[in-house]
């Protein structure tokens, strides 16, 4: 094959990639579809001042987390029943498990690695005050 019209299937080869790509949102046959953690949670107990505004699309998520006037802003994806935010140098990342109402923190990395073993309620309302 001549070196342009090699060139030219390589670019029409280029120019069709986006359609072999998978989605982002596409999961592996048999994977468990992404549990649905979109809304308002609400710290419990030692995280009563902390709030966790979450909006989900499929696997990816973004949010607030909050505590007093003190917001950060957290990103990850969702498998199964697991949530896991990036790692912020400053903040840490979270590993959230959903069981019903609750996201459980079973994993963290900087900071927020302290908040294992705490959990956040779905909030019954548009707040966690009340």
């Known amino acids: 094959m001549r070196a342009g019209a090699a060139a030219t299937l390589l670019l029409a080869m280029l120019a069709l990639a986006p359609a072999w790509a998978a989605p982002d949102d596409e999961r592996a046959p048999g994977a468990p579809a992404p549990a649905q953690v ?21 696997e990816a998520v973004e949010g607030k987390l909050r505590r007093k006037q003190r917001e950060r802003l957290v990103s990850g994806r969702v498998a199964g029943n697991t949530v896991v935010t990036e790692t912020h140098q400053k903040v840490g990342g979270l590993v959230l498990e959903a069981v019903g109402d609750q996201l459980h923190v079973t994993g963290g990395s900087g900071p927020l690695a302290l908040l294992r073993g705490q959990a956040f309620a779905r909030a019954r309302g548009d707040s966690c005050t009340g």
Do not use: K, V
Request: charge should be negative; proline fraction near 5%; include cysteine.
């Open 38 to 58: 979109a809304g308002l949670w609400c710290g419990t107990g030692p995280l009563h001042e902390f709030s966790l505004e979450i909006a989900q699309s499929a």
